[in-house]
């Protein structure tokens, strides 16, 4: 139910009312997200119920996690920002995990760079260097100043 812009947010534990403009905009950006020290992709299944929006019918996490803690921990994530490249490939290295830096891309052991869960580049000299039939990823990196 809504009132001039205010919205009232039902949960397990709590009633509030919140301000439409602190709700983010539909769609909800899927793709990787960086929790507890691991990068996961966070996806949508297609399925024809009567549900809307992102529910354990729908939602695939890679590698998988119990619900409780994609809604707890992952979910929030979604609509926070990811480190830099720089950053990402600083943590990578330091700490041997991989890290996403882009909602498609996430880079770690070994400066491999991954899109979903396979390989699709490598990072020599802090530079991105797509294998030849991924050359076309180039665009995403570009378009988004990955560099910046």
């Not at 534990?13 to 899927?30: A, Q, R, W």
């Not at 996961?40 to 803690?69: A, D, F, I, K, M």
């Amino acid at each position: 139910m809504t009132r001039d812009g205010v919205a009232t947010l039902v949960r397990a534990s709590s009633v509030e009312e919140v301000k439409l403009s602190s709700i983010p905009n539909l769609p909800m950006p899927l793709g990787f997200v960086n929790w507890e020290g691991q990068a996961y992709y966070v996806g949508r299944n297609p399925s024809r119920n009567w549900r809307q929006g992102l529910s354990r019918h729908n939602v695939s996490v890679n590698p998988p996690l119990p619900w409780e803690h994609i809604t707890r921990y992952v979910m929030p994530r979604l609509i926070r920002s990811l480190p830099s490249f720089k950053e990402a490939l600083e943590t990578s290295e330091t700490k041997n995990t991989y890290v996403a830096f882009h909602r498609q891309l996430k880079v770690g052991k070994g400066c491999v760079l991954n899109r979903y869960e396979e390989k699709v580049g490598v990072v020599i000299n802090s530079l991105i260097h797509f294998l030849p039939h991924y050359q076309y990823l180039n665009a995403v990196v570009n378009k988004e100043d990955i560099y910046g």
